[in-house]
């Protein structure tokens, strides 16, 4: 189950709903642009060396929390 582009949740077996939310990493650019249904921001138009290595962008686990059914 996706709740929102940063977040995502899945139900347990027990009832339980699982959910993580994404922390995004840090932007090497001035004006990071956020694309529809992205949860992290890019860097457009920004040149890259070929001999450097490139960060990954995308989101990183930040937090995991449950909703126990009553």
Not at 9 to 27: D, F, I, K, M, W
Not at 34 to 53: R, S
């Amino acid at each position: 189950m996706k709740v929102s582009p940063c977040e995502r949740c899945r139900c347990e077996a027990n009832g339980e709903v699982l959910c993580t939310v994404s922390a995004c990493p840090q932007t090497e650019c001035v004006d990071p642009v956020y694309e529809p249904d992205q949860c992290c921001p890019i860097c457009k138009n920004v040149p890259t060396p070929k001999n450097t290595p490139r960060q990954m962008h995308g989101p990183i686990a930040l937090a995991l929390w449950s909703f126990a059914q009553e």
